[in-house]
């Protein structure tokens, strides 16, 4: 089937390994998949007061989530939690009340970071985040990826073969959740 993927990238930083990560797991898709990033580094913070009219910024969000059937997080962890980048894109994307982007969205959660804990503490906070915003989360297998240096080349390779054959399961994983899902609650 084919379908398209928004991918969040929770790093706004140009040397980002969390964005090497989301490139080469773009490039493991399956046939007919279709993947496209979600910008959130224009987004202003955001407050209650958006909900009487929202601008321009978090309508484009809402769209991009609109016109994508499942959502890729890829993030690393900040102090043990999530960017505020992230979770300020995620709180625009859940308002206005009532008209929240990620219902029933199937999703799923992956990160990398230097050190060797793999962003597992802020995947939970996401988790628990992303669960209230009920999207339909793949709970496993999760993907904890300790980055080394040249871990994914310039043309979003995976060097390492143990670590490519781990995504590429994470990614087929992710494909038959994703069909699942939209099995039983069909995406505009
Ligand atoms: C970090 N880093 C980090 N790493 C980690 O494993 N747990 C943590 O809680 C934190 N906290 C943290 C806070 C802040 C403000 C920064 C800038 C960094 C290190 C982090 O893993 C490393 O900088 C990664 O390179 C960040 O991912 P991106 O931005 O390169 O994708």
Avoid at 71 to 91: C, H
Avoid at 122 to 130: D, E, G, N
Avoid at 147 to 168: A, H, P, S, Y
């Amino acid at each position: 089937s084919s379908y398209r993927v928004g991918v969040f990238i929770g790093s706004l930083s140009s040397k980002s390994i969390n964005r090497k990560l989301a490139q080469a797991l773009m490039k493991m898709g399956a046939e007919g998949v279709e993947f496209v990033e979600i910008p959130i580094k224009d987004l202003p913070l955001y407050n209650h007061d958006f909900d009487a009219d929202y601008p321009a910024e978090g309508k484009a969000l809402k769209d991009a989530i609109a016109s994508v059937q499942a959502v890729l997080f890829v993030s690393p962890e900040y102090n043990r939690s999530i960017p505020g980048a992230l979770k300020n894109a995620i709180d625009w994307a859940s308002r206005p009340w009532g008209q929240n982007s990620f219902d029933h969205k199937p999703a799923a959660i992956i990160g990398a970071s230097i050190g060797a804990i793999g962003t597992a503490v802020a995947q939970q906070s996401l988790r628990a985040v992303m669960a209230f915003c009920n999207a339909r989360l793949l709970t496993s297998p999760e993907a904890y990826i300790h980055f080394t240096d040249g871990l994914v080349d310039d043309d979003g390779n995976v060097t390492n073969e143990g670590t490519k054959e781990f995504l590429q399961n994470f990614m087929e994983e992710f494909h038959e959740h994703t069909q699942r899902v939209l099995t039983v609650l069909p995406q505009d």
